[in-house]
């Protein structure tokens, strides 16, 4: 973060130095005419308003001495300077972008969408100023949110801090027909490496979630003004053992221990995601209630074990 110099500060530093610095920050950021640059050195104390452009010059060419590539400023760069290379880039190996990885891949099931977001922004900070094209393609794609766009995200994010209701078009998985769904928001959450939309129908005032990937363009973001939120589907479950993930927020212990199994409660968004949780668990979790949710789970797993017996 650059600040305003300080006139005593600066009698103690090479202010050739300190340009160049300021300069090389500068054209990192984006290209800069002759006239940029004097206003910004300027602006931070470090050019007086009567000094000539040489100073300038003489800047550009103390970081062409330091290793940096600077083309010149004509008609193809619209009269200005672009940093084109410079010798101070990031220097990451693959161990240490596997590592990255793994503690990446720790955190992010239990990470709010603004953390998810924070981190995708840090990911591809950095790798701008990574050496190594490979390395830095690897950095990128640690992210849970490289292939989502940056604007759906943002938008859905601020509709479910205000709870708004988001007309949007969205591409049915089945069918790939596109329809437009009015849904008030309620939360993002990444599921399995994948970030759906929670939500109410504004019209059928039932809960849904969507794949963001399949929201293909968001029309609208309105102030809901209906008092309408979603009744989770409660399911009680026995458990002998979480596995590695753990219980998600909507689930709470009620009763139980490590060695005997765990009674827990779960509230889920909607029926739909009751019946894939309580299906991931596997043959360690039993249904206890209620008896039509146990009834609809036993049907499943019947047609499912047809299906695989032939």
Known sequence: MLKIADKEELSQLSLTGLRSLILLELLIKEPRSLEDIRKEFIKYSIMEDSNSDDI????????????????????????????????????LEEDEISTLKRAYNKLKEKADVTTLIRFDNLFKK??????????????????????????????????????????????????????????????????NDKLYFYGVDKNSKQPFYFNIKRILKILSLNENNDNITANPTTVKFYIKEFGYSGLEDCETILSGDIPEGFVVEGNYHNEFYATQRILSFGPKCKVLEPESFKNKIIEILKKMKDVYNG
Do not use: W
Request: aromatic content about 6%.
């Open 56 to 91: 300038l010059r003489i800047d550009i060419n103390t970081l062409k001495l330091m290793g940096c590539e600077i083309s010149r400023a004509d008609h193809r760069t619209n009269n200005k300077f672009v940093l084109l290379k410079h010798p101070f880039k990031i220097n």
């Open 126 to 191: 950095i790798s701008e100023h990574v050496s190594d094209d490979k390395i830095k393609e690897q950095l990128a794609g640690i992210s849970a949110l490289k292939n989502y766009q940056s604007d759906i995200i943002n938008n859905l994010k601020l509709a479910c801090h205000k709870k708004y209701t988001v007309s949007f078009v969205y591409r049915e998985p089945i069918n790939k027909k596109e329809n437009t769904k009015d849904i008030i928001a309620d939360k993002i959450v990444l599921q």
